[in-house]
């Protein structure tokens, strides 16, 4: 294996997700249509990733545990920070220093963990 080409999360309810990560993180709609599942676009169509509706039963089961997307991003992240607790988006704490670079980590409505990068 040597490169990751696509990632999707698998969610409990695809319209709560797809406005989270619409109007609260800023991602936007690929235009490709499939109604189990919403891809996005991101940083100028450089990155992109799926919300979908779960392939198996998730009855009982706990969503986002360990799992954490990565997205650089341009501009400042203390930027980022601000517009995102405006947005009342749950944060994992503020944004710190990795030997990458500056990162920030939201929380989805599932749990996973969306971590943006401002590299060094």
Do not use: H
Not at 1 to 24: C, D, G, I, P, W
Not at 56 to 61: R, T
Not at 84 to 103: N, Q, S
């Amino acid at each position: 294996m040597r490169k990751l080409e696509f990632a999707s999360l698998q969610v409990r309810n695809l319209e709560v997700s797809k406005a989270f990560y619409t109007t609260k993180l800023g991602f936007e709609e690929a235009g490709i249509p499939n109604p189990e599942a919403c891809i996005f676009k991101y940083n100028k169509g450089e990155a992109s990733f799926a919300i979908r509706t779960p392939i198996g039963n998730l009855e009982g089961k706990e969503l986002g545990i360990g799992t954490s997307l990565w997205f650089a991003i341009d501009g400042e992240i203390e930027e980022l920070q601000d517009r995102l607790l405006a947005e009342d988006v749950t944060l994992v704490g503020p944004v710190r220093e990795t030997p990458f670079g500056k990162i920030l980590v939201a929380t989805d409505p599932d749990g996973y963990n969306i971590t943006f990068l401002q590299s060094k």
